[in-house]
């Protein structure tokens, strides 16, 4: 049972992290109808620049107490990761908006390789640490599972960015305008919509939160590589799809069971199998479900054909 | 055109073998190899200062062989680490006439290389290289004077028994990492703790909760990893995270202060194994250094096992009293010498019959000897 319980715990806290970097994808796929693949290295970028000012501010001053100096990280990371993503939209996509469809997928597939050789030429191929001595180190005990103050944070504030994004879409003007760019596009401009500021907004929106994940990511692991964003995408856009892409609440749900998911298969299709799968299957848990979702129910678990997108 | 080019050759090879008739001495070169670029270019350097060093005394006593005096010279390659490049360079050194190489600095690019050297009859010594597949080739050119992974998995193996008597282990899948663990369960089996847990994830994984919450509850006393620090140390902190209280145990990949900097106060205690011996364990070691350090400052890594390398091939070439490939591998394998490092003989393979491996572990965020164990 204690077993079961943080198994469960494990999967929530990464599942966590899936969510808040599918509601990226989501966002964009809502709106655009286009899969940004460059969202993961976004999540990167952020964990990277949050580590250089991190790193730069604890050997200034290392005196200052740990959690302003992360906060310090994330707030530079955050709007570093918006303009980031902007000039993605403003120069990868824009351009190619009423091109095929394959082009843009293609173009993100170039820009996400591009991005990761960029931060490889920035940081290099070493990985780099997060000074665990910032943060608090506690552990509790929930049910004979085990959870560090971390862990409790991630959650707890995944919570609070996805009431936080389904209020801005249901409840804002700028929500309004971005379910109406959603349904047509055309006829949102005819209306008076900035449909250019608009899909810029949500650029804007998913890649301040994948800034906020690529921090979570490598503060619970304590480290972060150029490299770490494109497993992380690919797992998060399963999650966008298993949810159903384009929902919001899809992507949250379809994030924390991908993650619960991961870690029960990974604890326990060993023992199940007797030993003859190991848990080196970790990662197909996640292309599994991608690959069964898309054969079965390809909306996904709360997608309605493009009734309520974005 | 033709005539004159023809004209040109005979001059020069009539001059040359003049000059070596009237001196009666010549010159061989001996090569290096090791990454001289890129993130372990400190590590290449080390090796060929190593090597520089050996034949600069060797030189100096003006040795001869076959009735001439020999002159060794150095031609130091950059293979960057890289299994391709390495094949490149070994071909290079060949054509410009090496007797034998001492290298390469990593089994990357040592074993690709080693192909090259044996289709060419060159002997070849690595400082360094630790993977078994380098000599279990069946080349009868490949040597090491460095502790094999199969010697530092059996150490591994007997020291995690004697740790605990339930064992769980944990490798990355590549060809070092899943190769350490394979010996070190065969190793613990052998001694007699009981292997609770065989676990596998990849060299690019971050997240080992679920596999550790497996392991968990299977009670282990010590957990090892085979594998690289990048994971190495996400697992350190992980099994904090969960309260796990086994003892965490690696191998070299995880004896690098990049563990203790990425883990941080969690790499506290973990205990990880270098083939070899400290420098101040050598039986002339704190001779070496100073001799070392006057010319090129601090030892990085390898240095003392290249230098021994040189020795060693030097040594065989004077037995053999002759500088020809063929002629003096057969010597080679006869080697018994007592270098810096200790006393080198090889086995039927290339390897040292008897490798040392020393054990050390996380102090206050410093690696510190433990133990040196003889297999």
């Known amino acids: 049972m204690d077993i079961f319980a943080q198994q469960l715990v494990n999967g929530l806290v990464l599942g966590s992290v899936y969510a808040l970097v599918a509601l990226g994808y989501t966002l964009v796929y809502g709106i655009l109808e286009l899969i940004n693949f460059a969202h993961g290295e976004t999540t990167m970028m952020g964990s990277m620049i949050a580590l250089a000012v991190i790193g730069a501010l604890f050997g200034v001053a290392p005196d200052l107490p740990g959690i302003m100096i992360v906060l310090a990280g994330l707030l530079v990371a955050i709007p570093a990761c918006m303009l980031l993503g902007y000039s993605i939209e403003r120069v990868a996509y824009r351009p190619l908006r009423h091109a095929p469809r394959l082009a843009p997928l293609i173009t993100a597939i170039g820009l996400s390789i591009v991005l990761q050789n960029v931060a490889m030429l920035i940081w290099g191929k070493q990985y780099i640490a997060f000074p665990t001595t910032l943060l608090p180190q506690g552990r509790h005990n929930v049910f004979g599972a085990s959870i560090t103050d971390v862990q409790i944070a991630i959650l707890v504030l995944t919570v609070v960015i996805m009431f936080g994004l389904v209020t801005l879409v249901n409840r804002t003007r700028l929500g309004r305008a971005m379910r109406a760019t959603a349904q047509a596009p055309a006829v949102a401009q005819l209306m008076g919509v900035n449909v250019n500021a608009v899909i810029s907004s949500t650029f804007i929106i998913g890649s301040a939160l994948a800034a906020i994940a690529g921090v979570m990511v490598s503060a619970n692991y304590g480290q972060a590589h150029y490299y770490m964003g494109f497993l992380l995408g690919l797992k998060a856009f399963s999650a966008a799809v298993l949810g159903g892409i384009g929902n919001l609440a899809g992507a949250m749900l379809g994030g924390l069971l991908l993650g619960v998911l991961e870690a029960l298969g990974a604890g326990y299709i060993g023992d199940l199998t007797g030993g003859f799968l190991g848990s080196h299957y970790q990662d197909i848990f996640a292309f599994l479900v991608l690959i069964l979702v898309l054969t079965l129910k390809p909306s996904g678990l709360l997608g309605s054909r493009s009734v309520e997108r974005a | ?375």
């Open chain 2, 1 to 375: 055109m033709k005539s004159t080019l023809l004209a040109l050759s005979v001059a020069l090879a009539l001059s040359l073998s003049m000059t070596a008739h009237a001196e009666d001495a010549v010159t061989v070169k001996i090569g290096q190899s090791s990454p001289l670029t890129g993130p372990q270019a400190h590590i290449g350097k080390d090796n060929d200062n190593g090597v520089r060093l050996a034949i600069d005394e060797i030189n100096a006593t003006k040795p001869t062989i076959d009735g001439k005096v020999v002159t060794f010279e150095v031609m130091s390659e950059d293979d960057q680490a890289d299994p391709k490049t390495a094949t490149i360079v070994a071909q290079r050194m060949i054509d410009e006439g090496i007797v034998g190489v001492v290298g390469h600095l990593n089994s990357g690019a040592t074993i690709p290389a080693s192909k090259v050297y044996s289709d060419n009859n060159i002997p070849q010594i690595s400082p360094s290289a630790t993977a078994i597949k380098y000599t279990a080739q069946g080349y009868k050119t490949a040597f090491r004077v460095m502790t094999n992974d199969e010697q530092q998995g059996k150490v591994l193996g007997a020291y995690a028994a004697k740790l605990g008597k339930k064992v769980a282990i944990i490798d990355d899948q590549t060809a070092y990492g899943q190769g350490l663990a394979a010996e070190v369960e065969k190793a613990a089996k052998a001694a007699g703790a009981e292997v609770v847990a065989v676990e596998h994830t990849n060299d690019k994984a971050t997240d080992f909760s679920a596999i550790l919450t497996s392991i968990k509850g299977k009670t282990p006393d010590v957990i090892f990893f085979g594998g690289m620090d990048p994971q190495a140390a996400p697992i350190a902190k992980q099994m904090r995270q969960l309260g796990m209280k086994a003892q965490l145990l690696g191998g070299d990949g995880m004896q690098t202060p990049k563990f203790i900097e990425l883990a941080g106060a969690d790499a506290d205690g973990a205990i990880a194994s270098i083939p070899g011996l400290p420098i101040e364990k050598m039986p002339k070691g704190a001779d070496f250094k100073k001799k070392f350090e006057e010319k090129y400052g601090q030892i990085q890594l390898y240095a003392p096992y290249a230098y021994d390398a040189a020795y060693v091939m030097v040594d065989a070439m004077k037995r053999a009293n002759s500088t020809d490939p063929t002629k003096y591998l057969p010597e080679l394998g006869k080697t018994s010498l007592e270098g810096v490092t200790g006393k080198i003989s090889f086995d039927a393979k290339g390897d040292l019959t008897s490798g040392p491996i020393t054990l050390y572990t996380v102090k206050g965020g410093k690696w510190e000897t433990l133990e040196t164990v003889q297999p």
